[in-house]
């Protein structure tokens, strides 16, 4: 922990007072890392789900004021490459990524502030907010894989990400099933709305239990845990016809093998979502402030901020907590 200077606000940026800030499975593992691919390239700050109050402006911002409530995204494409031209800003050329959430303030650069700053009704808890960057990418998820009403999607992982992609897809229409460990986040994903939980015990013989569980298999699965073994179960439990979403990171250099009869002779669409866009920002924050997400279904943990590192080491250690909310003023 160090207390650095605020630095003076460059031409469209904005400098925003933190009044939450949320730990996240990508923030673990840059602590355990040192650093991460695309995000961040140490030494710097970090964090990156926030929301909070505008402290001060640059002279050229006309449509935020000192006062406003506000939530940012953790990224904001440029507009012009080849992917943002073909609707695909997640896959942006020169994605600007934003660390910093661990702090009283920070500041947002100016092309974040145009894309990816979006104000908060007066009522939308920061708490709350501060799901939207996450949530995005969960939305980016639903969308690529086509979730319908009526279909039978299984989540791989009843971590937070799991437990959103229950949250929304039960708001769909979808019937749930969510395989995962540990009883408190099992019981999280029934009351988010699965129709079923499988607990996987050690996580051995992944395909065997779920399909004890239930035999038939599933409209989609959507892999949310980032685990190699995990990539290669998932497409043994989709019907024919189906859909795959490798949506959970694996480290880098990881490799899968594949059974091609399988998905030659299954016709299985196997996909992977990546980030979010500026559409899917918004519509998460929409799925928010119409209360289908909340952070009480998802923060289980408080912790002030002069305690991170000693969050981070519990983390690394096995601490379970779904997301902790850091107080970065108390």
């Not at 609707?87 to 020169?94: A, F, I, K, P, T």
Request: proline share 6%.
């Amino acid at each position: 922990m160090e207390s650095v200077p605020e630095p003076g606000l460059k031409a469209g940026e904005v400098r925003v007072r933190i009044e939450a800030a949320l730990t996240c499975g990508t923030d673990l593992k840059v602590y355990k890392r040192g650093y991460h691919a695309k995000m961040i390239v140490p030494p710097a700050v970090f964090g990156h789900e926030l929301a909070g109050v505008v402290a001060e402006t640059a002279p050229e911002v006309r449509n935020l004021r000192p006062g406003d409530r506000v939530v940012a995204a953790n990224s904001a494409p440029c507009g012009v490459c080849f992917h943002c031209r073909a609707g695909q800003e997640n896959l942006c050329e020169d994605l600007l990524f934003l660390n910093g959430a661990y702090a009283e303030s920070i500041v947002i650069p100016a092309r974040l502030v145009e894309k990816n700053l979006l104000p908060l009704r007066p009522a939308t808890p920061f708490a709350d907010a501060a799901l939207t960057e996450p949530l995005a990418c969960v939305v980016q998820g639903v969308e690529d894989t086509r979730l319908a009403t009526g279909q039978k999607v299984l989540i791989l992982g009843a971590g937070p990400i799991g437990l959103m992609f229950a949250a929304l897809a039960r708001e769909l229409g979808v019937v749930v099933t969510v395989a995962g460990r540990r009883a408190a986040r099992l019981t999280a994903a029934q009351k988010l709305g699965a129709a079923r939980v499988i607990d996987i015990g050690d996580g051995t013989d992944l395909v065997s239990k779920i399909r004890g569980a239930h035999p038939d298999p599933f409209d989609a699965v959507i892999e949310a845990v980032g685990r190699p073994e995990v990539w290669e179960a998932a497409v043994h439990l989709v019907r024919k016809g189906g859909t795959v979403n490798f949506f959970g990171g694996c480290p880098s250099g990881a490799t899968i093998t594949l059974d091609t009869t399988l998905i030659h002779y299954s016709n299985l669409t196997l996909r992977a979502s990546f980030h979010h866009t500026p559409r899917s920002i918004r519509r998460a924050l929409a799925f928010i402030e119409a209360g289908v997400i909340r952070a009480a279904d998802f923060v289980d943990g408080e912790c002030a901020l002069t305690r991170l590192p000693e969050l981070f080491r519990s983390m690394a250690g096995g601490n379970h907590a779904i997301k902790t909310l850091i107080n970065v003023h108390g």
